[in-house]
């Protein structure tokens, strides 16, 4: 198997857990927390984290703005803005698409090598999660081939069936590359 896809790791977990250089958080644009993982990874950083959210005058859909991790055993938060799933026809996949290249370029840009997400947009966002995960392991495998710098992505998922959609389109993606090299 190609390199790059040994990199990425797919898990079921809680991402306020992982010892990542960096832990992509799921927000809104506001960047002043919420639910689901955004309000999992507020509640174990402490109060901190939302001071400097604060500052940060909120985030459009599909760019990546980056905080300490305060008490989160990683070093960094990137926060994201997934989309809104609206039924498709709005540009919903390139916005996921986008999520998942600028939180990496934000990665590369404060010298993190080990990078953990969530299956952003799925939740609260209404994604469709297998199409989503599909999404996810595409841009991230295209990112580290471009990108050696990076040592490991984690792909943390909240669910067995999240996993399995995601590990599907792993095997599926580096299945078609194995085949074409
Ligand atoms: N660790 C890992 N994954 C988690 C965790 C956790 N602790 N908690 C939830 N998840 C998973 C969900 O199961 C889902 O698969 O994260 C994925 C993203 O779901 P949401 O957190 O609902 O995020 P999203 O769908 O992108 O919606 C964002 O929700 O929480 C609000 O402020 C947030 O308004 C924003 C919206």
Redesign the pocket.
Known sequence: MEERFSKIIVKV????KEDADAIVN???SSLL?????????HRAAGPDLLTECAGLGGCPAGEAKTTKGYRLPAEYVIHT??P?WRGGGRGEEKTLENAYRNSLLEAVRVGAKTVAF??????????P?QRAAEIAVSTVAEFLGEHPEIEQIRL????QE?KEYHEAALRSLAGRQGSVD
């Open positions: 977990g809680d991402i306020t799921a927000a809104n927390g919420g639910g689901g993982v955004d309000g999992a990874i803005v997934g809104i969530p299956a952003i947009s799925t939740g609260v966002y209404r994604f999660p943390v998922c909240f669910s999240s």
